[in-house]
């Protein structure tokens, strides 16, 4: 009965595909635009958060009476004074305006007082304490001003670029603008006097367009994005009878594993009994038992590891073809479709997501049951978690009225031992069942706090109905929902399992406490243990400052990596290098980027990325030729011997374990210096 459901149900989510997805291309075209779009305006806001970066390092030395700062703030500007940027500056505030105090480059020099657009920007930036942004129209031609203010002076640090807005910027295959046009205005609208860059002759683009603003500093721009060419593709054409297949094969190969399953548990089972039927006609009463009982728990963890291994072959098998069924039916679902359609293709999606989640679910499980799960534990800082989960959490939590109260004040600079996203996906769970098993308006209360036995713990405590204390055992078992399958909430059953035991496998716990009628405590707690930062300066001291030789040329050093108490970790530690420039990028996309503009001298890659792998990072650094000889080094908290040597193999220089080695890291630094 069970291989005919699910042959039913495929079958059926087939033929509502098939028969819908003709409908959708036009609407699909607009999809891939905003998509485009929003991958320029992620580049876009990439580039002027380096601008906001270089000018907030800057204007502290340009203000500051420090004698060794002018020497540093000259050197340090000059290196940005390159390409289309041609003067940097620091302005202190006074009676007549913004006096020049500091300057690089062909802008106002020392002592002069910035007047029309100029002092507006500066005027501004210090009113709203964030970057500010403005374009000038001289006989200069056109610039494209930002200004910062310096902390605790009124001053701000400026750079000046040089822009062409009436000349295209030119496509390549490489650019991200690529088969796009791209307008961007600083301003809120279209301006054409607020004109940054254009990839189109005619900046008032026609056809499909789509318009997305950017938040810059405290201003607002405007990125405006059309298509050169339908974006679609002839593929679109085969889209229905390729659902149609994939459909049909995942049908099949479902049915077909449902059978396979049954057979191979009868199987087990009859082996089993065959051999307990034998050992109690050949042994004593004494040695039939002892055997018995021995030869059944090794036919249990023989089935046990059979179970693991199967159904993760089934996750794995299942994924890849529901992934694209799951993708063709939301095309259905942004098409015009009557009621009747709409309805039936919600409920494919619903169906499709559910099995998807489950299938996933499982397939961690199986992986922590066989040992395969990766994790690659490191010093986390529990509120900055904690945060993170809660942000995530927060749309969910308004759409059931639920309030969220949040107390990080008992651990707000502890560290916990953990891998961060599988400690994050376990709080989500935790979060999101609060949320959806709460009453009407109830309260979801979040706490952080050090416990005995260098423990954080982290509290999640809801306003629901509670959980009858003989039916708490049951609560961490796959599949069981404790009657929630009889009422509208959506679930699995699996996913409180599932974070019970990545608690466990990072080497912490989870427990819950109830009072029915009152509500619910689930507690996460996990090792305690020292912050990178600390523990290097425990080890070796606060760093001095150094001040580099004139001569010295500048050599940068791209570390890739999404924890912020590891980024600044290196940047301490790499300080003792005072010609080294350390540039940072929290997401794998980025760190590509950054690695084709600034060509490093080295790049520290993490291997767990919130967006693409460590191990994909390393592959296409290899296959680009501007990046092809960067020796790049792995540093991570998984370090298994055959992981290292394959991603040796793979083309790595080297590969460092957390905690870091400080000495390690610098020879790796110089022995790619000495290289190049």
């Known amino acids: ?184 205005y600083a301003a809120p609208d279209a301006d054409p006097d607020h004109l940054v860059v254009t990839t189109a002759v005619d900046p008032d683009l026609s056809g499909t367009v789509t318009r997305r603003p950017l938040d810059v500093g405290g201003d607002r721009w405007l990125l405006v994005v059309g298509a050169r060419e339908p974006l679609v593709g002839s593929f679109a054409e085969r889209v229905p009878w390729l659902f149609l297949g994939v459909g049909l094969v995942t049908a099949g190969l479902g049915t077909a594993i449902v059978n396979t399953l049954a057979r191979r548990r009868g199987y087990a089972l009859a082996m089993v009994a065959d051999r307990t039927r034998e050992l109690e006609q050949s042994l004593d009463e004494r040695g039939r038992a002892e055997a018995a009982q021995r030869e059944a728990q090794e036919a249990a963890e023989a089935a046990n590891r059979s179970k693991s291994e199967f159904l993760s072959r089934m996750s794995h098998e299942l994924r890849t073809p529901l992934n694209a069924v799951l993708g063709f039916g939301q095309l259905l679902e942004l098409e015009e479709l009557d009621e009747n359609q709409r309805d039936a293709v919600g409920h494919i999606l619903k169906a499709g997501r559910h099995l998807l989640d489950l299938i996933n679910e499982v397939l961690d499980i199986s992986r922590i049951e066989t040992g395969d799960l990766a994790l690659s534990p490191e010093p986390v800082l529990a509120a900055d978690l904690v945060q993170e989960a809660v942000d995530l959490i927060g749309p969910l939590a308004g759409q059931h009225g639920i309030q969220l109260v949040v107390d990080r004040s008992g651990a707000s600079d502890s560290y916990a031992f953990a891998d961060r996203q599988r400690a994050k996906q376990v709080l989500l769970n935790l979060l999101s069942n609060a949320v959806k098993y709460n009453r009407p308006k109830g309260t979801v209360a979040v706490s952080c706090q050090q416990v005995a036995g260098a423990r954080v713990r982290i509290s999640v405590t809801d306003t629901g109905t509670g959980i009858p204390a003989e039916r708490l055992g049951l609560l961490f078992v796959p599949f069981e929902r404790l009657g929630a399958e009889h009422t509208g909430v959506e679930g699995t059953g699996i996913g409180l399992a599932l974070s019970k035991r990545l608690a466990e496998a990072m080497g912490g716990t989870l427990d819950v406490a109830s009072t029915l009628g009152e509500g619910s405590t689930f507690t996460l707690e996990l090792p305690q243990v020292e912050g990178p930062v600390e523990r290097y300066e425990r080890l070796n001291g606060a760093p001095e400052p150094l001040v580099a030789p004139t001569s010295s040329p500048r050599r940068v050093v791209l570390h890739i990596e999404d924890n912020l108490s590891n980024l600044t970790l290196v940047e301490r530690v790499l300080a003792q290098r005072p010609d080294v420039e350390v540039v940072a990028a929290m997401h794998g996309r980025l760190g590509l980027e950054l690695a084709r503009q600034h060509r490093p001298v080295l790049v520290l890659l993490d291997l767990h990325l919130p967006d693409i792998g460590g191990e994909e990072v390393l592959q296409r650094l290899r296959q680009d030729p501007a990046t092809a000889s960067t020796p790049v080094v792995i540093v991570s908290a998984d370090a298994t011997p055959g992981q290292v040597q394959r991603l040796l193999s793979a083309g790595a220089a080297g590969y460092l374990t957390k905690p870091l080695d400080v000495r390690d890291l610098l020879r790796a630094l110089d022995d790619a210096v000495a290289e190049r």
């Not at 699910?6 to 059926?12: D, I, Y």
């Not at 635009?33 to 906001?52: M, W």
């Not at 500007?77 to 390409?83: D, H, I, N, P």
């Not at 494209?144 to 000046?160: H, I, K, M, S, T």
């Open 1 to 184: 009965m069970l291989a005919l459901a699910v042959l039913v149900v495929f079958v059926a989510f087939a033929l509502a595909g098939f028969f819908g997805a003709r409908q959708l291309v036009a609407d699909q075209e607009r999809r891939l635009l905003q998509e485009r779009a929003g991958e320029v305006g992620a580049l876009l806001t990439s580039a002027i958060d380096a601008f906001d970066s270089s000018l907030r390092v800057l204007g502290p030395l340009g203000v500051s009476a420090d004698p060794a700062a002018p020497r540093l703030f000259t050197r340090s500007a000059s290196q940005l004074v390159e390409g289309t940027t041609t003067a940097v500056g620091v302005a202190t505030e006074g009676d007549s305006g913004f006096t020049v105090a500091a300057a690089v480059g062909d802008g106002a020099p020392v002592g002069d007082v910035l007047g029309g657009e100029r002092a507006a920007v500066a005027e501004r930036a210090l009113a709203t304490g964030e970057l500010a942004s403005g374009v000038l129209h001289g006989d200069r031609g056109t610039r494209l001003v930002f200004a910062r203010p310096v902390a605790g002076q009124r001053a701000v640090a400026y750079r000046e670029s040089v822009i062409d807005p009436t000349q295209p910027a030119p496509s390549t295959p490489e650019s991200p603008f690529r088969s796009l046009d791209v307008v961007l």
